[in-house]
């Protein structure tokens, strides 16, 4: 049973153009929603994360913006850049736990 | 801070061989996973440890699968006899308790196994 389903699977943005990538959970004890970037031969590492208190959270360019009635986040990245080719993946967590529920992933190309 | 550090970073065997992955995790923290990722399944977390102790197994495929925690440094996972559809890349991550950081997996640079 998927608890995160993420979308699309891949995704082609031409540079500056604006990537969005989907999630929706279906576990309302969820209360920790991360999303994490993955470059070619390494590991995921923590991008931005949010919490069902706010509907928005900005870092720089990434976005992450929440709909709690609709059990629904997603990511979005303004002026995508080459260097933000990744995979990247939504998550989340219920309280007290350590343990994230992952989403599939979504490879992101950022073409020059 | 090294980080996660995972070894090796490539491993080519052949079907039946024994495999051990190892990994150590960040000084201090607390709690230690293994996660496998492929293209069909996504990350898809093994086992995972709090203060050396398996809290967690249910997501080992099979008997073929075995981890490790001798102490608070080192982890093992081991795949006894291997299998082609073994073949993947394998994460460990590690954990700080404590609320403020408590959500945060911080991922070694995997291991890519090639079962032959």
């Known amino acids: 049973q998927q608890q995160v389903k993420q979308s699309p699977q891949s995704l082609i943005v031409q540079k500056g153009g604006i990537s969005i990538i989907n999630c929706a959970y279906e576990?309302?004890?969820?209360?920790?929603f991360p999303w994490y970037q993955q470059f070619p031969g390494k590991g995921p590492a923590l991008l931005i994360a949010?919490?069902?208190?706010?509907s928005e959270k900005k870092e720089g360019r990434f976005t992450i913006s929440f709909n709690k009635s609709a059990k629904q986040f997603s990511l979005h990245i303004m002026d995508s850049q080459p260097g933000d080719s990744a995979t990247y993946f939504c998550a989340a967590s219920k309280g007290g736990s350590y343990i994230p529920t992952f989403g599939r992933g979504t490879s992101l190309i950022v073409h020059p | 801070d090294a980080g996660v550090i995972q070894s090796p970073r490539h491993e080519v065997t052949e079907m039946g061989q024994e495999v051990t992955l190892r990994c150590k995790p960040i000084?201090?923290?607390?709690?230690l996973f293994w996660y496998r990722q492929t293209m069909m399944r996504g990350l898809e977390l093994l086992i995972y440890?709090?203060?050396?102790?398996?809290?967690?197994d249910s997501g080992m495929p099979e008997d073929r699968f075995s981890a490790k925690m001798p102490n608070a440094s080192f982890s093992t996972l081991k795949i006894q006899p291997s299998e082609p559809r073994d073949s993947a890349v394998y994460f460990c991550?590690?954990?700080?308790?404590?609320?403020?950081?408590?959500?945060?997996?911080?991922f070694g640079p995997g291991t890519r196994l090639t079962v032959l």
């Open positions: 576990n309302t004890a969820f209360d920790y």
């Open positions: 440890f709090n203060n050396n102790v398996p809290i967690d």
């Open positions: 991550a590690s954990n700080p308790s404590g609320r403020a950081m408590r959500n945060e997996q911080f």
């Open positions: 949010i919490r069902p208190d706010v």
């Open positions: 000084s201090g923290h607390d709690y």
